[in-house]
Nanobody, 124 residues
Framework: QLQVLETGGASVQAGESLTISCTMY????????LAWFRQAPGQGREEIVDLDNNDDTWYRSSVKGRFTASREDVGGSLTLYLQMNAVKPEDTATYYC????????????????WGKGIQVTISE
């Protein structure tokens, strides 16, 4: 069972920047897709960014140009980052990290492992 741990959730003001992280321990997959999802109160979970082991990346239009995803592989652990710039109140949500360890394809129904989620709150 792969352990997926998100960190960095916080409350910040609109216009500020925030980086959240997701570390997957003892990560051995050679073909994979990593993704960030978020769920705002009263809304469904939406995928906002994904990238695969070839660094092919997709961003939801609502975050494109403001958010940047990157990954780092160190000592057998893989960390997925999400740099969030110029945040807006509508970015307030619980953010989830997820991974598909068999293919390059993400999507909510394709993920093999999920983190428990962290809260990001953006105030005016």
């Amino acid at each position: 069972q792969l352990q997926v741990l998100e960190t960095g959730g916080a409350s910040v003001q609109a216009g500020e920047s925030l980086t959240i992280s997701c570390t997957m321990y003892e990560f051995t997959a050679s073909k994979y897709c990593l993704a960030w999802f978020r769920q705002a109160p009263g809304q469904g979970r939406e995928e906002i960014v994904d990238l695969d082991n070839n660094d092919d990346t997709w961003y939801r239009s609502s975050v494109k140009g403001r958010f940047t995803a990157s990954r780092e592989d160190v000592g057998g652990s893989l960390t997925l980052y999400l740099q969030m710039n110029a945040v807006k109140p509508e970015d307030t949500a619980t953010y989830y990290c997820a991974v598909n360890v068999e293919t390059y394809f993400c999507g909510a129904t394709n993920m093999d492992y999920w983190g428990k989620g962290i809260q990001v709150t953006i105030s005016e």
